[in-house]
Nanobody
């Protein structure tokens, strides 16, 4: 699976951005689609995941502010990010996993087979 992330940019604290991830094949064939992020000098961090059955999981740091959605008809995955804060500054990556595992396991970067190239999100204070 090839993934292409886009939609990053520079925004002031309290602002919003919507990231998109274009998927190269039928998205409904893919069990889970996720977003991770990586800030300079830090490890890659789980943000959100949505399975093809509609189950979602969010990190505590973004819960209530970010929403992940899938448009399987158009092979797209979105991350709507509201009330952005400077600590949200990072490169954001979309990731895909074909096979089913327990939902909580989807927090781990090593469980994903395919990754997009990343899109930079910078939040100024």
């Amino acid at each position: 699976v090839q993934l292409q992330a886009s939609g990053g940019g520079l925004v002031q604290a309290g602002g919003s951005l919507r990231l998109s991830c274009a998927v190269s094949e039928r998205a409904y064939n893919i069990y889970s689609m996720a977003w991770f992020r990586q800030a300079p000098g830090k490890e890659r961090e789980f943000v959100a995941v949505r399975t093809n059955s509609g189950n979602t999981l969010y990190s505590d740091s973004v819960k209530g502010r970010f929403t992940i959605s899938r448009d399987n008809a158009n092979n797209l995955v979105y991350l709507q990010m509201n009330n952005l804060q400077p600590e949200d500054t990072a490169v954001y990556y979309c990731a895909a996993r074909r096979s089913r595992i327990v939902l909580t396991g989807l927090r781990m970067p090593g469980q994903y087979n395919d990754w997009g190239q990343g899109t930079q999100v910078t939040v100024s204070s």
